[in-house]
């Protein structure tokens, strides 16, 4: 945008991304693959990488920054965004837009003092950034009438001084930082319904985890699910992650025919095993190579390190859970904050009010591994797993299905 008129866009910036190295062009086209694919749905925007900024726009609609900040400001990565005027490089047409934008502050928000923060990415323009923010907050001062105040301003005009372009804006929104969706790979998460498992699937996607759910339901028909907070709960999720989303539908039916005579107070984490081998099942499946989960140290009697050690026994890949050191207030306000809380504590009959609220705080692993034996838990997990389903949330057009579970890819043996 070497010359031209002021346009009103976007700015993206990232934090942790920027520590990346080498390999943050990755992280950074992935960031920048994300933005779009959020914003397909409202039209055509173009998202610019420009001195480690992502600038989005849209050259037809001149409002477009109003919906693009409400749809990115959840996005991962994004550690702050703001609305920016774009101005051609010369001073002059940087001291024009700077002076219609605190004019207008002046008449909306009132303020009656202002200062001028600059950055300079572009080493070889005219004016250091100190001598940007001196000069130009003199003459934003003869222009609007506005005082100067460094130390407690009503207003800040920030300025960024680009390789091709200078940035004007007033305040910025905070983004949820971390990693871009998908930069870390795919985890299959078991989401159970309550207030733990949200938002440990949040933390997950905060750490760039493209996330397939895996949730065990107890109604007549995985198509009954879809008015149930389940559907609620994918929706939420789905501002976060990319692509909508989906939760393979497990029948709850198969694991408790088959396990009627295991005793009552072995019935919690022999159950939760059995939920790891199918969720591990999945996860070969859809190419995952871990697993996380809603679990909490100590929160229950099933969350006993000895009993996560026994649901862990025999695994096959990681199981990752990030809100294992939180206590239960911490997690009860990250749920208000995301929007989920009120859903995970609607009325909703899963497999927790089923099996047995008592179960001994330290089973022996042995036990749960005979347990595994016994009711073949591998073939088990397969026959429960044929009467799947997978619901599905398409961001783009809002809506949700219900289909069957795509049958476990076949292996070509040789030999």
Known sequence: MASGPARTSLVVHYAE????????AFFENHLERNLLEKLEPMGKFKVELVDQRLVVSKDDDPEAWRVAMAVLKPVFGVAWLAKVVECPLDYQGVRAAAAREMALLKETSHPS???VTAKRANKSYELSSQEMAVKLGEDVLKDTGLGVDL???QATLFVDILSDRVLLYTSKEKGPGGLPVGVTGKVVHLLSGGIDSPVAAWLMMKRGCDLTYVHFFVAPSAEQILETKMARLLKALSRFGIGGGRIVLVPF???QLATADLRQEYEPVVFRHFMRIVAEKVAHRV?????STGDNLGQVASQTLYNLACIDAGASMPTL??????????????AQELGTYEDSIADYKDCCSIVSRHPRTRMNVQAVLEASLRYDFPALAERTLSNAATMKFDSRSQT???EPLEAAPTVERRG
């Open 113 to 115: 003092t202002f200062r």
């Open 287 to 291: 190419g995952a190579i871990a697993i």
């Open 253 to 255: 039916t198969d694991y």
């Open 400 to 402: 949700l299905e219900v």
């Open 151 to 153: 130390s407690n301003p």
């Open 321 to 334: 859970r990030p809100v294992v050191g939180y206590d239960k207030s911490e997690i009860v306000k990250l």
């Open 17 to 24: 991304i920027g520590t990346k190295g080498n390999n943050r």
